[in-house]
């Protein structure tokens, strides 16, 4: 949980970086946007087959050019 305290003499705008900075660095955004829909199981699944099939693919790329 990101909590900032404000110094008496910090303005509310380097505060506000700061609590951004935190919620950047613990993942909340990313979370909130992946549990915002209900993917099933086996969506969640075909997805995930995806993606490591397209790093795969990167990864090879990357092989070749070397």
Known sequence: MAI????PNESI???LR????MVQREGIIAD??????FIP???KRR???ELARKRQRSS???????
Request: no cysteine.
């Open 18 to 21: 700061r609590f951004k900075r």
């Open 60 to 66: 090879m790329r990357k092989r070749r050019m070397d």
């Open 32 to 37: 909130v946007k992946r549990h915002r829909f």
């Open 47 to 49: 997805l995930k087959s």
């Open 41 to 43: 199981p086996g969506e």
């Open 4 to 7: 900032v305290e404000v110094a």
């Open 13 to 15: 705008d380097s505060a």
